[in-house]
């Protein structure tokens, strides 16, 4: 207390239980405290003092990751970074901010809008998720597919490592220097690393043009064929988003309406950008690829109003689950998008097998899936049945030579899953990296990585089916 004041530090139970996890639910652990801070020093001063104490800590932005990153595993002391939420410097000349770890993501394009720039990195969160959090989970976004995630935009950091020193990786806005990617790694390391206290990342120039069409099928094999013939045509969407029925069911449930057909079996939100000459004739060769695959309609957006709609529709569909399900579990797997007929039917068995209802909403440009499972924590074994569905899930992506995450992260939630990628050898290898950093282990312990006991759980559970 004496390092940020009696008011900056929680402790009673009643404070505590609102941190006993973040966007993934399924699992809870209540911290031993948290603390607020406001600036570097304290982070390096607080980091200093757990240390001493042989104290576990994690750090904590908003708490929206859908891991489990930022769950405590009980007794860890929470910084919490929320506080530390200013704009330090900006330079439209180089294209570049600065800004702190607790800056909310959207806040930053709503600050350099008006002088026509924007930050291109935008989960579905981005209205409540802290830019610091965004490099801990390397978040991406609907707009990935041509802009990339988090760690290419980034051009540098401010990071207090576990010892209390504090390091700058990044100069002069040149993030590629010689030597080890030292930006690369620290981005998406979930918070294993160190702690992130400043961030430098560029900015871009508002597009001349931009125009977005929805496109609604009967079939998903044929929403997926039209997603690998826009790529195969040359053209690259800024966004290439899908949902299928049972989540159309959920946002048409929730705020934001947009009148979608409740039959269709699957739609596509697709936006092209760019220079204003080109996006016509990218938009007539979009809508000939849709009506050569039996799209049932297809419209391009008539005005920034509807096209808004649309995008509020699409980026509040995991909330919408709330309206048609007592509880859901988001996965986060990538594919091959030539793969996408197949996994969709396999993750269709998947939610035949456990008995329940699966919505997908995804981003298909890329193949990153975003599996929806429903179901009722309530009932008892709904919880388990959820969870092992969404590991099948994930067994499904890794089979086809994807990943079993793509902007969600590891966390909690998929340790056990790490195996599905990689070796014993290649874990071992990661295991050795985190403890140059973090030999002690004590900030954020036991994410990312296979815990011995689930990770037999879950092979016996697969071995089973």
């Not at 950091?157 to 209390?164: D, F, K, Q, R, T």
């Not at 950008?273 to 050569?292: P, R």
Request: glycine share 10%.
């Amino acid at each position: 207390m004496d390092i940020v004041g009696e008011n900056e530090v929680l402790y009673l139970k009643e404070d505590l239980i609102s941190y006993e996890c973040d966007g993934y639910t399924m699992s809870k652990g209540m911290p031993k405290a948290v603390v607020f801070v406001k600036s570097t020093k304290q982070v390096t001063d607080v980091v200093k003092c757990l240390n001493k104490e042989e104290t576990p800590y994690i750090a904590r932005g908003a708490g929206t990751g859908l891991s489990g990153g930022a769950t405590p595993l009980g007794g860890e002391v929470l910084i919490s970074l929320v506080k530390m939420k200013k704009m330090l410097h900006l330079d439209l000349e180089n294209r570049k901010a600065v800004v702190e770890p607790g800056f909310i993501n959207l806040k930053l394009t709503q600050s350099i809008s008006d002088k026509g720039y924007y930050y291109a990195p935008d989960p579905s969160s981005q209205y409540t998720c802290t830019i610091g959090g965004n490099v801990a989970e390397n978040s991406g976004g609907a707009h990935c597919l041509k802009y990339g995630v988090t760690t290419n935009h980034i051009l540098g950091l401010e990071i207090v490592l576990p010892s209390g020193e504090v390091i700058e990786l990044g100069e002069e806005g040149v993030p590629d220097r010689p030597g080890y990617d030292l930006l690369g790694l620290l981005t998406g390391s979930e918070g294993t690393l160190g702690i992130v206290t400043k961030i430098t990342v560029k900015v871009l120039k508002n597009p001349e043009g931009k125009k977005t069409v929805l496109a609604y099928f009967d079939e998903i094999d044929d929403a997926s064929k039209a997603v690998s013939e826009i790529i195969a045509a040359g053209i690259i969407p800024a966004a290439l988003e899908m949902m299928d029925s049972i989540a159309i069911e959920g946002v048409e449930s929730a705020a934001y309406p947009v009148g979608h057909p409740r039959d269709i079996a699957a739609f596509l939100l697709i936006e092209v950008d760019g220079i204003a000459a080109g996006i016509e004739d990218q938009i007539d060769e979009i809508l000939t690829v849709c009506k050569n695959n039996n799209v049932r309609e297809v419209k391009v957006a008539k005005d920034e109003a509807e096209r808004g709609l649309w995008w509020a529709n699409r980026k509040m569909g995991f909330g919408a689950m709330g309206a048609i399900s007592p509880d859901y579990l988001v996965q986060d797997g990538v594919i091959p998008r030539t793969r996408l007929p197949e996994v969709l039917t396999k993750i269709a068995e998947i939610s035949k097998k456990y008995e329940l209802r699966i919505a997908n909403i995804f981003h298909a440009g890329d193949g990153n899936l975003h599996p929806l499972i429903l179901y009722d924590a309530s009932i008892p074994g709904e919880s388990e049945r959820a969870s092992k569905a969404g590991s099948e899930c994930l067994k499904a992506c890794a089979d086809v030579g994807g990943s079993i995450t793509g902007e969600h992260g590891v966390g909690i939630e998929k340790s056990a899953e790490m195996r599905f990628i990689f070796s014993d050898e290649e874990i071992a290898a990661q295991t050795d990296i985190r403890a140059v950093f973090n030999p002690k282990n004590l900030l954020n312990p036991g994410k990312l990585f296979p815990q011995p006991g689930r990770c037999a759980e879950v092979k016996k559970e697969l071995v089973k089916a």
